[in-house]
């Protein structure tokens, strides 16, 4: 079945510099890749996601990028700001699946 | 204004006593999620449902069981099998088909009294 790796396990950058989290996946069939945010106390929240067809998408200070042939794909955060501190997950998913595979996720630190 | 709501957001459980998680979803998806997060891990899936009247065992359903009577609910009960029930727990929905994401509730906190 399919596995996530996802790393750093932790990360903790200066405000202002950017943050990268790296996945890599194994079943070459998934097409979909969303990334999720987790505040304390709260659910994931999805922050952006890429389908296979691209290899990059980009919402103001967040990107995706994905490597279809290496199996990774990464999420770039520029110019970090103190609500960027949380728990970020990647996941992966084919369109036959019903379920979403989930990586062990990153807690992101922010250092004023 | 659509989403999932999960209650109670704080639950205690006394030994050898079941107890019932509710999960609402009213963005009409056909699928749902239960997972089970531990302190500084990931999520673990314990059962899933495609559709009404129909689910599926996750990775760590042991101790756990589930019922889908409606299309909008998807309660977890959290038996006095499960010897270690103290977790963060959170429900999940989706689309079935399709490359769609999941959407999160805020979760229930079961500890053990």
């Known amino acids: 079945g399919e596995n996530v790796e996802q790393h750093p396990s932790t990360l903790s950058v200066q405000e202002g510099d950017s943050a990268v989290i790296k996945c890599t996946y194994s079943d070459s069939a998934s097409n979909y890749f969303p990334w999720y945010k987790q505040e304390l106390g709260k659910g994931p929240q999805l922050i952006i996601d890429?389908?296979?067809?691209?290899g990059e998408k980009k919402d103001q200070r967040i990107a995706v990028t994905l490597n279809k042939t290496a199996k990774h794909f990464s999420l770039h955060i520029t110019e970090t700001q103190p609500e960027d501190s949380a728990v970020y997950f990647c996941a992966a998913r084919h369109s036959s699946a019903s379920k979403i595979i989930f990586g062990s996720g990153t807690r992101l630190s922010i250092r004023p | 204004d659509g989403g999932i709501t999960q209650s109670p957001k704080y639950l205690f459980r006394k030994e050898g006593q079941n107890v019932t998680l509710s999960c609402e979803q009213n963005l009409n998806h056909d699928a749902m999620y239960w997972y089970r997060q531990d302190p500084g891990q990931g999520l673990r899936l314990i059962y899933y449902?495609?559709?009404?009247?129909?689910?599926q065992k996750g990775d760590i359903a042991e101790g756990y069981s589930v019922s889908r009577e409606k299309k909008e609910s998807f309660p977890l009960t959290v038996t006095s099998a499960q010897k270690n029930p103290t977790a963060f727990y959170l429900c999940?929905?989706?689309?079935?088909?399709?490359?769609?994401?999941?959407?999160f509730g805020d979760g229930t906190r079961l500890s053990i009294l």
């Open positions: 999940a929905s989706s689309v079935e088909s399709g490359n769609q994401p999941q959407h």
């Open positions: 890429i389908r296979s067809n691209v």
């Open positions: 449902s495609q559709i009404v009247n129909d689910f």
